[in-house]
Nanobody
Framework: QVQLVESGGGLVQPGGSLRLTCAAS????????MAWYRQAPGKQRELVAV???????DYADSVKGRFTISRDKAKKTVDLQMNSLKPDDTAVYYC???????????????WGQGTQVTVSS
């Protein structure tokens, strides 16, 4: 069974920084794209940043220049470094990974349980 577990959320003042980490565990054959999404109250879940297995990255326009996604393929982790945080960044942040489990012939999307990020003075 494959699991994604996020950590690092919390309360931060505007202009501050947080680093989120997501660790994949279980019987994993290989991992393709990994990403971070977020969902604010009353809004749809949106893509924040994605990183491919080759290390290519893409970001939502609203976070470009402030957030950085990175991954450690050996550790099966993906991080999101968030700088210059704004109140509009307040949301539950979810880790997503496209994973081929051991014994499976196809890739499946897996999600973490989410971690709350609150930006407020």
């Amino acid at each position: 069974q494959v699991q994604l577990v996020e950590s690092g959320g919390g309360l931060v003042q505007p202009g501050g920084s947080l680093r989120l980490t997501c660790a994949a565990s279980g019987s994993i054959f290989s991992t393709d794209d990994m990403a971070w999404y977020r969902q604010a109250p009353g809004k749809q879940r949106e893509l924040v940043a994605v990183i491919t297995s080759g290390g290519n990255t893409d970001y939502a326009d609203s976070v470009k220049g402030r957030f950085t996604i990175s991954r450690d393929k050996a550790k099966k982790t993906v991080d999101l470094q968030m700088n210059s945080l704004k109140p509009d960044d307040t949301a539950v942040y979810y880790c997503n990974a496209h994973i081929r489990a051991s014994g499976s012939w196809r890739y499946t999307d897996y999600w973490g349980q989410g971690t709350q990020v609150t930006v407020s003075s």
